[in-house]
């Protein structure tokens, strides 16, 4: 047992390093720098990157990277909010990305449930046939689909929520962005709830217990779901991993200030530190 937990831990380090290596590679060949700044010459910029240790080989900078993120030391943004540690700037922005992302969860399992609950009861009927259509697209369509067919019929031309995210009305205005996120969950959970309810439904002690006057609704509750919520739990947290991948999309369309908007900026800004942090937690999921 000993052996087997070092060999995890070991390959989790490795895996960790060789993440952070990567990462580190692809920056390096990315055009640009942080301070492209066209004001600034060349004097001012060989000052500014050698403050930041940005002067350093290539090896240097990782090794040193490395042993400062073992003391949880992330660095310091330097373009977004120049010189603001990563730790703070993800506290600011990670509660609104994990607010939206439970919100959508909610929404995505009990629209779900529902859908799956309408399409097993009647299996081979019409009902079955939309909802599985429904849920065959949530599963196929990417997210980024989603943001444009929801942000222009509900946020545009029915005005039913606002289009952008606003500190001003933080429920209201994440309603949308929920709502594209709960897609992929929903989707899943109606497919699986469907395929359990026929399951459940052809088993031998439900066809007694209706033989026994057993009314639809009490046979829905106490023995049908009673089954089927147990194995939709294992659905939910594969769910709860997707939203948070699936937030880069929707964070950046609807202007919402969570950690998935913040990582396209920082690609976009060359903000080196911010980069590697955002990239290393999403790769973690």
Request: net charge positive; aromatic share 10%.
């Amino acid at each position: 047992m000993k052996k087997y937990v070092l060999k995890r831990l070991l390959m989790a380090v490795a895996t960790l390093l060789f993440v952070l290596f990567i990462l580190f590679c692809l920056m390096e060949l990315m055009p640009g720098s942080p301070f492209n700044n066209p004001e600034l010459t060349p004097e001012q910029r060989a000052s500014i990157e050698a403050k930041y240790g940005l002067d350093q080989p290539f090896w240097t900078r990782y090794i040193n990277y490395i042993a400062n993120m073992l003391r949880g030391d992330f660095g310091v943004s330097y373009n977004i909010q120049q010189n603001m540690p990563i730790s703070d700037l993800l506290a600011k922005r990670f509660p609104v990305t994990v607010r939206i992302g439970l919100q959508a969860v909610v929404l995505g399992v009990t629209l779900g449930l529902l859908l799956g609950v309408v399409a097993g009861f009647n299996h081979r009927r019409v009902a079955d046939s939309i909802t599985s259509a429904v849920a065959i697209l949530g599963v196929s369509l990417p997210s980024f689909a989603f943001v444009l067919l929801l942000a222009y019929f509900v946020g545009f031309q029915w005005k039913l929520l606002p289009f952008l995210y606003s500190t001003k009305q933080p429920f209201l205005s994440s309603l949308l962005p929920s709502l594209t996120l709960a897609v992929s969950p929903m989707a899943s959970v109606a497919r699986y709830t469907r395929s359990e309810i026929i399951d459940v439904l052809g088993q031998n002690y439900i066809t007694l217990a209706r033989t026994k006057g057993v009314g639809r609704a009490a046979l829905t509750v106490r023995h049908v779901l009673r089954n089927v919520l147990t194995g939709v739990i294992t659905v939910i947290a594969p769910s709860i991993v997707n939203v948070l991948t699936g937030s880069l999309v929707v964070e950046k369309a609807f202007s919402v200030p969570g950690i998935g908007g913040l990582l396209i900026t920082a690609i976009q800004e060359n903000d080196y530190n911010v980069t590697f942090t955002l990239a290393f937690i999403y790769k973690r999921h």
